[in-house]
């Protein structure tokens, strides 16, 4: 019986990344488009029927090119970083609640927050091990942005778990079933979500890859198999904070086809904010992380706890 279960959660795990895998393709896809569109020009159109095969064809011809590597370069950690940085991009999937059978554990919240944070190690070896001016103070800068606001996101989520009092996500779609949380904690979620942008490195926060001054950043060194591996990486993280969104605070019904029409639309808004948006000022990063989300994001915390601890006293 228990082996039967292994293999059911191995199976319907692998599925899920397979189908992440396609997702990231066609989220690439939709990003082409939508920039196009954004500068006034049509996306790629060419391969197969509106340009659908594109990322297929990009993928093949990443995947087909010679690796090279620079020749001072720590070469097993040059190699692993992204094998390891897309491993964890994957692993970050397991915690999606299945309503069958799949790993919908009891602390899926806690599970994210730890395999999230890993991911700040893959970064910074894979700009350290290519031995480069760039690609280190690209890590750098990625791995200070990253720890920055891992400390706002955690602290808001636990405003959201203060309220919910479980670490299951499948608890989020109990508690919203009359009310999303974004209409009573409107704040937080744009803070959430602004969190994201910078936890995920994209535009107005994509210091760690900034193409006008770090020559592409931390992956300045890899080509072919190395570079679309950090690529789908990305993208993959992309998906699942979209998908975290959506569970979160816009109504995380899973059994509805309107969940993967929410989280289309904070993928879109991904894309949305990279074809408009400028580039932040450094140091304005740091200040919005330090001196503006910490310390509202902590008031937030205090408020809903003795709100919590308020209600228990009153019903007991």
Do not use: H
């Amino acid at each position: 019986m228990f082996f039967n279960d292994l293999v059911l959660v191995f199976v319907s795990s692998l599925l899920l990344i397979v189908c992440v895998l396609i997702g990231v393709a066609f989220l690439t896809l939709l990003e082409r488009k939508v920039l196009g569109y954004i500068q006034i020009r049509k996306g790629p159109n060419k391969v197969g029927f509106l340009g659908l095969v594109q990322p297929f064809s990009d993928a093949i011809k990443l995947f087909t090119k010679e690796q090279t590597y620079p020749y001072m370069s720590n070469f097993n950690l040059y190699y692993l970083s992204p094998v390891m940085n897309l491993f964890l991009s994957m692993f970050l999937w397991m915690c999606m609640p299945f309503i069958s059978v799949n790993v919908s554990f009891n602390l899926s919240l806690l599970f994210f927050l730890s395999v999230s944070s890993l991911s700040v190690y893959t970064v910074m070896l894979a700009g350290w091990s290519s031995n480069s001016n760039y690609s280190l103070l690209g890590s750098l800068r990625a791995v200070a942005q990253t720890i920055s606001y891992e400390v706002s996101l955690a602290l808001i989520l636990l405003s959201f778990l203060f309220l919910v009092l479980s670490m299951n996500m499948l608890d989020f779609m109990k508690y919203q079933e009359y009310i999303w949380f974004i209409f009573m904690l409107f704040p937080l979620c744009l803070m959430w979500v602004v969190s994201s942008l910078a936890e995920t490195n994209r535009t107005p926060f994509d210091f760690a890859e900034g193409e006008s001054e770090l020559v592409s950043g931390f992956n300045v060194e890899y080509s072919s198999g190395g570079f679309a591996m950090i690529f789908l990486a990305e993208y993959a993280s992309i998906l699942f904070m979209s998908m975290l969104c959506s569970m979160l605070f816009l109504g995380a019904d899973l059994v509805s086809w309107l969940f993967f029409l929410k989280l289309g639309f904070m993928s879109f808004f991904w894309v949305w904010c990279r074809g408009t948006l400028p580039r932040f000022r450094y140091d304005k990063l740091m200040y919005l992380a330090w001196k503006s989300y910490l310390p509202v994001s902590l008031n937030y915390l205090m408020f809903f706890f003795s709100f919590k601890v308020l209600i228990f006293t009153f019903l007991i």
